[in-house]
């Protein structure tokens, strides 16, 4: 009776000591530095490394790089917006040239009036 109760004793220990194990391990691959990403990664590397800095640290600057990522994804969005309002005019210009190209010299004759009746009838979708 006695040997049951240390056999049941040793596989206790040994089941506690396997998923005290597994439990550090994962914990470790859970808090394992993250490589950086984005379009700062490499640089964000070489200041982590060449610096030595400790975790909060390294959080602290991945923010910093970030934010300064969104404040130049605004700025670049913008410049966008205006460069587009800038050409609207030309662009209008050239989608003209273009439709006329089609309806004059691609269709058939008896097809211009179908097409230019689509070309300006309004679009519901939009």
């Known amino acids: 009776m006695n ?5 049941i004793g040793i596989l206790a220990l040994t089941a506690f000591a396997a998923g005290a194990g597994v439990g550090v391990w994962a914990t470790a691959r859970t808090f394992e530095a993250e490589t950086p990403s984005g379009p700062f990664a490499d640089y964000e ?20 790089l970030d934010a300064y990522r969104r404040d130049m994804d605004e700025i670049r969005g913008r410049g966008e917006a205006e460069s587009m309002k800038a050409m609207e005019p030309e662009l209008r210009e050239r989608g003209r040239y273009y439709r006329n190209l089609i309806q004059d ?15 300006f009838q309004p679009n519901p979708t939009r």
């Not at 040997?3 to 056999?7: A, E, F, T, Y």
């Not at 590397?45 to 910093?64: D, N």
């Open 105 to 119: 010299k691609v269709l058939p004759e008896n097809q211009r009036a179908d097409f230019e009746r689509l070309a």
């Open 45 to 64: 590397a070489l200041l982590c490394q060449r610096f030595e800095l400790p975790p909060e640290r390294k959080k602290l600057l991945h923010s910093v």
């Open 3 to 7: 040997d049951l109760r240390v056999w």
